[in-house]
């Protein structure tokens, strides 16, 4: 009984969050990936390969940035929730916003499969239909099961591990 309880609050305040939050997130990452696409480089012939081999159809819209700091929503509700969900708890080197890639300088590893990885998330992008669909799937998986243990970012992993 009381795990039923605690499950139905649980699913309760998940609906909430999600009902307020993620119109916040489809709008905030619309807007970042915008801005993305003015300010970023096109995909060098090497690298439209990639992106090509990791399942995306419009390599051509891609657009990387290269910045010290990966754009997360910092203020307001979507801000709180970012923190809450733990976006904020290490900073992440890439980041994908549709055809936005965002990629931190100062990556120690591989850069084609960091690049890679993103590519994968741009062709589940384009797979699911657009950012709304697609974040709000990469949203839920993260708030329910974990970022690490989502289907989306275990997909990216494996696909991208060891492309050169
Ligand atoms: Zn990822």
Avoid at 59 to 69: L, P
Wanted: glycine content about 10%.
């Amino acid at each position: 009984m009381t795990q039923l309880g605690h499950r139905r609050t649980g699913v309760f305040w998940f609906n909430l969050v999600s009902t307020l939050v993620f119109p916040l997130a489809v709008q905030w990452a619309k807007r970042r990936q915008r801005k993305g696409l003015r300010q970023g480089r096109m995909l060098s012939p090497e690298e439209m390969r990639i992106a090509r081999s990791m399942g995306v159809r419009e390599a051509q819209r891609i657009r990387v940035i290269e910045t010290d700091r990966i754009p997360l929503p910092g203020v307001g509700v979507l801000g709180l929730a970012s923190r809450i969900a733990g976006f904020h708890g290490s900073d992440p080197w890439g980041m994908s916003l549709g055809y936005a890639v965002f990629i931190r300088n100062g990556w120690a590893g591989s850069r084609q499969e960091l690049l890679a990885h993103e590519f994968v998330h741009t062709a589940q992008f384009e797979r699911m239909g657009g950012m709304r669909p697609y974040l709000v799937q990469y949203l839920r998986e993260c708030l329910t099961v974990g970022y690490s243990a989502s289907p989306m970012e275990q997909e990216a992993v494996r696909l991208s591990l060891g492309v050169r």
